[in-house]
C-alpha cells in the first residue's frame, strides 16, 4: 500500500498562473481532505469531501477548487494563484467519513511557491 | 468554534529528559483529541487519540490524557530520545456543531533533542 500519494512535491508558479495539486490514496477511505500549513498557523482546512460525489469548504476555501474524481482521487486546483497561496499542502484521507474518532492518513505534502 | 491551544517552541530538551507539551481546547460539543507528529520533510502521522473524556491515549512510550475539567490533552514522555525530535500538533474532531468534517489543529510545538 502507497497509501496517500501526492503529486507535484515542489511547485513555482508566477501570480495568475493555475495549476492543480494532485491527490490519490489506495485504502480504500470514504473521506478526502486539503490542508494548507503555515509557518506559526498550524495546518487549516481547505475543502474536504465526505465521500465520493460530495465536496465541502473548509475554514479556507477562498481563490480555491476541487474536484473529487472517484473514491480515490481527490485534486485542489488554483485557478489564477496569488503569493498569499504559497503554502505546503497537504492530502489526508480517512476510512468512515463519519464521527468525530476517525484518524486521518496524510500525504507528504506539495510545497507551492508563488512568486 | 473550536480551537486549540498549544505551547510554542521550540522546546529543547537533553536525551532522556521529561517531556510535557501542554494542550488546551474550546469546542462545542464533545470532541475526539489527537497527537499527531511530523518529522522533517514529511507529512503528519497519528501518534495517538482519546475519543472521550478520561480516556488516556499512548504510543511509542508518549501519553495523553483527555481532562474535560480543565479541557486539556498533554502529551508526556518519560525520556525522551533523539529520534523523537520533530514537530508536534495536538488536534481535534467535533461535529456535534454541524462544523465542518476536518481537524482543527494547534499551531504545533517543534521538539529538538539534545544528545
Known amino acids: 500500500n502507497a497509501g496517500v500519494t501526492q503529486t507535484p512535491k515542489f511547485q513555482v508558479l508566477k501570480t495568475g498562473q493555475s495549476m492543480t495539486l494532485q491527490c490519490a490514496q489506495d485504502?480504500?477511505?470514504?473521506?478526502m481532505y486539503w490542508y494548507r500549513q503555515d509557518p506559526g498557523m498550524g495546518l487549516r482546512l481547505i475543502y474536504y469531501?465526505?465521500?465520493?460525489?460530495?465536496?465541502d469548504k473548509g475554514e479556507v476555501p477562498n481563490g480555491y477548487n476541487v474536484s473529487r474524481l472517484n473514491k480515490r482521487e481527490f485534486s485542489l486546483r488554483l485557478e489564477s494563484a496569488a503569493p498569499s497561496q504559497t503554502s505546503v499542502y497537504f492530502c489526508?484521507?480517512?476510512?468512515?467519513?463519519?464521527?468525530?474518532?476517525?484518524?486521518?492518513?496524510f500525504g507528504p505534502g506539495t510545497r507551492l511557491t508563488v512568486l | 468554534g473550536n480551537s486549540v491551544t498549544q505551547m510554542e517552541g521550540p522546546v529543547t530538551l537533553s536525551e532522556e529528559a521529561f517531556l510535557t507539551i501542554n494542550c488546551t481546547y474550546t469546542?462545542?460539543?464533545?470532541?475526539?483529541l489527537f497527537w499527531y507528529v511530523q518529522y522533517p520533510g514529511e507529512g503528519l502521522q497519528l501518534l495517538l487519540k482519546?475519543?472521550?473524556?478520561?480516556d488516556k491515549g499512548s504510543n511509542k512510550g508518549f501519553e495523553a490524557t483527555y481532562r474535560k475539567e480543565t479541557t486539556s490533552f498533554h502529551l508526556e514522555k518519560g525520556s525522551v530520545q533523539v529520534s523523537d525530535s520533530a514537530v508536534y500538533f495536538c488536534?481535534?474532531?467535533?461535529?456535534?456543531?454541524?462544523?465542518?468534517?476536518?481537524?482543527?489543529f494547534g499551531k504545533g510545538t517543534h521538539l529538538i533533542i539534545q544528545p
Open positions: 488536534a481535534l474532531s467535533d461535529l456535534s456543531g454541524g462544523g465542518a468534517d476536518g481537524l482543527t
Open positions: 489526508a484521507s480517512s476510512p468512515l467519513g463519519q464521527g468525530a474518532a476517525d484518524t486521518q492518513y
Open positions: 469546542a462545542t460539543g464533545y470532541p475526539s
Open positions: 469531501s465526505a465521500s465520493e460525489g460530495t465536496t
Open positions: 485504502m480504500n477511505h470514504n473521506s
Open positions: 482519546a475519543t472521550k473524556a478520561d
